[in-house]
């Protein structure tokens, strides 16, 4: 080798070859021919938005989950708002929520008026902690608001036996967790409201659209009138019924989910057990890789949890390496690997520190955590080799810094 020729090993940051040639995603949609079909059907047909599809839609997935009722909505966003409203969230009442999370699923409890209270997470999943939780109830505690973080649910059982000692309505935010399992028993027909996205990047996609699922028939008449301005009856069905007359019963909003997402919603649900599957060999396939690594936790997965594996998240240990979680995240975009990190602590978001004064230091697991997460690519269509790629890079960028 020439004094000026760059070394194989040498990290793409510092100008040697990427490990991949072309970026890797850290999730992707994947669209089949059938998928393609059902959107063009609908398209020709009388009904693009409420209509067939989604009734359709709405009981298949439901019967998937083990729910009685399944109210679509046009994110999973407007689907924790309502889920929240459907609780009887309102000014004065306060719901008990995880700091690692996505900010909408606290946000949801501040457009009902009532105010977030975090609970720091458990070390191992970082799921929100059951004693945590009991520490934070107050008399105006309504909700308890958990989050299956990166697919793996919850403590649902100790979360819902809190919930029941003290009157309390437990909103699942399961959109990382479609088709995981907790103690046997699936996501969507434990906690009172369970909510689930079909966002690009999640097991399946109607491109912008998400799920309430419920036990409770006067839950999901709430859900379905907030869906649709607070108004009683639908356009269909006034067609059917040969009437005009509609009666705004609450204060809702326009959250319906077209019938065109749920044809796509329909042919995606079909393939969501190989997709699954196959997030799950990826998933023991990095465990069993980054297990061997020096630097890296890989994410826990408690024995009675069958986790969804929306994200593959992994903690580094700082202490083991010359560069903090920032230059690892740069090393590794730069060989091609399209890491991100989730999440920035709710708390720690400049409206959540000027609205409740968070100064940092109040959640020190989650914290804690958030310094240390990597999030890599993991979705249903990656090749062997793109899971090849993301191990081969994250040897190569930790053994560069290693300590
Ligand atoms: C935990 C969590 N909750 C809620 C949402 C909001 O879902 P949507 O993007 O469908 O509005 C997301 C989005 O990815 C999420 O990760």
């Given at each position: 080798?020439?004094?000026?020729?760059?070394?194989?090993?040498?990290?793409?940051?510092?100008?040697?070859?990427?490990?991949?040639?072309?970026?890797?995603?850290?999730?992707?949609?994947?669209?089949?021919?059938?998928?393609?079909?059902?959107?063009?059907?609908?398209?020709?047909?009388?009904?693009?938005?409420?209509?067939?599809?989604?009734?359709?839609?709405?009981?298949?997935?439901?019967?998937?989950?083990?729910?009685?009722?399944?109210?679509?909505?046009?994110?999973?966003?407007?689907?924790?708002?309502?889920?929240?409203?459907?609780?009887?969230?309102?000014?004065?009442?306060?719901?008990?929520?995880?700091?690692?999370?996505?900010?909408?699923?606290?946000?949801?409890?501040?457009?009902?008026?009532?105010?977030?209270?975090?609970?720091?997470?458990?070390?191992?999943?970082?799921?929100?902690?059951?004693?945590?939780?009991?520490?934070?109830?107050?008399?105006?505690?309504?909700?308890?608001?958990?989050?299956?973080?990166?697919?793996?649910p919850a403590d649902l059982n100790a979360v819902v036996e809190i919930a029941r000692k003290h009157g309390l309505v437990v909103i699942e935010d399961a959109c990382h967790a479609l088709g995981a399992e907790c103690a046997g028993q699936r996501v969507g027909s434990i906690a009172d409201l369970t909510v689930f996205?079909?966002?690009?990047?999640?097991?399946?996609?109607?491109?912008?659209?998400?799920?309430?699922?419920?036990?409770?028939?006067?839950?999901?008449?709430?859900?379905?009138?907030?869906?649709?301005?607070?108004?009683?009856?639908?356009?269909?069905?006034?067609?059917?019924?040969?009437?005009?007359?509609?009666?705004?019963?609450?204060?809702?909003?326009?959250?319906?989910?077209?019938?065109?997402?749920?044809?796509?919603?329909?042919?995606?649900?079909?393939?969501?057990?190989?997709?699954?599957?196959?997030?799950?060999?990826?998933?023991?396939?990095?465990?069993?890789?980054?297990?061997?690594?020096?630097?890296?936790?890989?994410?826990?997965?408690?024995?009675?949890?069958?986790?969804?594996?929306?994200?593959?998240?992994?903690?580094?240990?700082?202490?083991?390496?010359?560069?903090?979680?920032?230059?690892?995240?740069?090393?590794?975009?730069?060989?091609?690997?399209?890491?991100?990190?989730?999440?920035?602590?709710?708390?720690?978001?400049?409206?959540?520190?000027?609205?409740?004064?968070?100064?940092?230091?109040?959640?020190?697991?989650?914290?804690?955590?958030?310094?240390?997460?990597?999030?890599?690519?993991?979705?249903?269509?990656?090749?062997?080799?793109?899971?090849?790629?993301?191990?081969?890079?994250?040897?190569?960028?930790?053994?560069?810094?290693?300590?």
């Amino acid at each position: 080798m020439s004094s000026t020729s760059v070394s194989p090993q040498a990290l793409a940051l510092d100008g040697g070859a990427p490990v991949r040639a072309t970026y890797l995603p850290y999730g992707r949609q994947s669209i089949a021919e059938a998928d393609l079909q059902a959107v063009v059907e609908v398209l020709r047909s009388n009904w693009l938005t409420t209509g067939p599809k989604v009734d359709e839609f709405e009981e298949a997935f439901a019967a998937r989950v083990g729910a009685s009722h399944g109210v679509s909505f046009s994110s999973g966003t407007a689907a924790l708002h309502a889920a929240a409203f459907a609780a009887g969230l309102k000014s004065g009442d306060e719901a008990i929520t995880t700091p690692l999370t996505f900010a909408a699923t606290a946000n949801c409890v501040l457009y009902c008026g009532a105010t977030p209270v975090f609970a720091d997470v458990s070390a191992d999943t970082i799921n929100i902690d059951p004693e945590q939780i009991a520490a934070k109830i107050t008399p105006r505690t309504r909700t308890i608001l958990p989050v299956d973080y990166a697919g793996h649910p919850a403590d649902l059982n100790a979360v819902v036996e809190i919930a029941r000692k003290h009157g309390l309505v437990v909103i699942e935010d399961a959109c990382h967790a479609l088709g995981a399992e907790c103690a046997g028993q699936r996501v969507g027909s434990i906690a009172d409201l369970t909510v689930f996205s079909f966002h690009p990047v999640k097991h399946i996609t109607t491109g912008e659209g998400g799920m309430v699922t419920t036990a409770d028939r006067k839950l999901a008449e709430t859900l379905r009138r907030f869906r649709n301005h607070g108004i009683s009856t639908d356009a269909r069905q006034r067609q059917a019924a040969g009437q005009w007359h509609y009666e705004m019963v609450l204060l809702g909003f326009n959250y319906r989910l077209p019938d065109i997402a749920c044809a796509l919603g329909i042919e995606q649900l079909k393939r969501l057990d190989v997709n699954l599957m196959r997030r799950r060999q990826i998933a023991a396939r990095y465990t069993a890789a980054f297990g061997e690594m020096a630097a890296v936790v890989p994410p826990a997965a408690r024995p009675d949890a069958n986790p969804a594996w929306h994200l593959y998240p992994i903690r580094l240990k700082l202490e083991k390496l010359t560069a903090d979680r920032a230059k690892i995240f740069r090393a590794l975009r730069a060989e091609n690997i399209g890491v991100n990190v989730h999440y920035i602590p709710v708390h720690l978001h400049r409206y959540y520190r000027e609205q409740f004064g968070y100064k940092g230091g109040e959640f020190p697991v989650a914290e804690d955590a958030y310094e240390r997460l990597i999030s890599l690519p993991m979705f249903h269509a990656m090749s062997d080799q793109d899971g090849a790629d993301v191990i081969a890079a994250v040897g190569k960028v930790l053994r560069h810094y290693a300590r």
